[in-house]
């Protein structure tokens, strides 16, 4: 069998699901290729231990000061002076706080 690179970059496109069972170790994250980049955009399923969305746009910082202010459910800035690992581990604790076990 190959090995698995330890990162998996996923170019041209969108994230339209992501989701964790119960049973499943990791999450379970769903793309679709930018259409109007690919004829005949498909969708691809694929487990990961761990998932990030990046836009690749830089902004100054001072953009986001209203939306610090008013704590907007759902969205993340991460700070570069910070170490990395310690501001995942809040995003994914809030992130699951959206999503309740089914019973």
């Known amino acids: 069998a190959e090995p698995t690179p330890p990162i998996d970059l996923i170019c ?11 049973d499943q170790p990791g999450v379970f994250l769903t793309t679709e290729e930018a259409p109007f980049l690919v004829k005949n955009a498909d969708h691809k399923t694929i487990a990961a231990d761990l998932v990030l969305i990046a836009t690749g746009h830089r902004l100054p910082n001072g953009l986001f000061n209203g939306l610090r202010q008013g704590a907007e459910a759902g969205f993340y800035l991460l700070r570069s002076s910070e170490a990395l690992e310690p501001q995942l ?11 309740s076990k089914v019973k």
């Open 89 to 99: 581990k809040l995003i994914e604790q809030d992130m699951l706080s959206f999503f």
């Open 12 to 22: 041209n496109s969108t994230v339209v699901a992501l989701d964790r069972l119960e």
